[in-house]
């Protein structure tokens, strides 16, 4: 997968705001984990921006006196970016992406109230229009989060 670097720079890369982004993805708060769509290369690639704020609602309980993002969370956020990929192939129109799997995943720091997570989908395949795999990492500051391949199955509205 190329870092995230390399997607900024790509000059035919499009950008999406948060009303766009609901567009395109059914999710809603508080399950809505993109705010900004920086860097999409229909079909292919996409990074998106989670700005994590002390007001997200799994922090009273995770943890109290020490709040830090679940990682179920961040993986969630990177599906929703690679959703985005998702929705830009013309054959899947009309068709909901929901997880079948994740392999690999990593988590190498917490993320925590203020940090931005940076976050890169790369489609890796999709098969018989029904499956496929996305490669998928999230950074804070240039810092490795989370690194893992999602796996996903496209089921009809």
Not at 119 to 145: D, H, P, Y
């Amino acid at each position: 997968m190329h870092d995230t670097e390399t997607f900024l720079a790509n000059p035919a890369a499009i950008a999406l705001n948060n009303e766009q982004i609901q567009a395109l993805l059914p999710h809603r708060y508080p399950f809505l984990l993109v705010d900004r769509i920086v860097a999409l290369v229909p079909g292919k690639s996409a990074v998106g921006i989670k700005n994590v704020t002390i007001n997200e609602p799994f922090f009273p309980g995770h943890f109290p006196g020490k709040p830090i993002m679940p990682g179920v969370l961040i993986v969630e956020a990177m599906a929703q970016v690679g959703g985005i990929v998702l929705t830009q192939l013309p054959e899947v129109q009309g068709m909901l992406s929901l997880f079948a799997g994740i392999d690999r995943v990593r988590f190498r720091r917490p993320v925590v109230p203020g940090d931005r997570l940076v976050i890169a989908s790369e489609l890796l395949t999709v098969k018989q229009k029904r499956f496929g795999k996305m490669q998928a990492r999230a950074e804070v500051e240039g810092q490795l989060v989370c690194e893992g391949e999602l796996m996903f199955s496209l089921v009809d509205l």
